[in-house]
């Protein structure tokens, strides 16, 4: 996992309950973490958000 977005992808992997595809740090200090959520029998949401590392 790149830079220090490891601890913010956990806790966005925790709060989500979904399964982590991404994480990297961007330009201004902060994570773009990017997760699937399974759906109900369908196919999984994907969720980006932006956290500060």
């Known amino acids: 996992m790149a830079g220090d977005c490891s601890a913010a992808a956990a806790q966005v992997v925790a709060e989500t309950g979904g399964e982590l ?7 201004d ?3 773009v973490v990017t997760v699937l959520i ?3 029998g369908g ?4 969720v ?6």
Do not use: D, E
Request: proline share 17%; glycine share 8%.
């Open 21 to 27: 595809l991404s994480a990297q740090p961007t330009a």
């Open 29 to 31: 200090g902060k994570c």
């Open 38 to 40: 399974p759906g109900n």
């Open 43 to 46: 196919r999984p949401k994907k």
């Open 48 to 53: 980006t958000v932006k956290v500060p590392m």
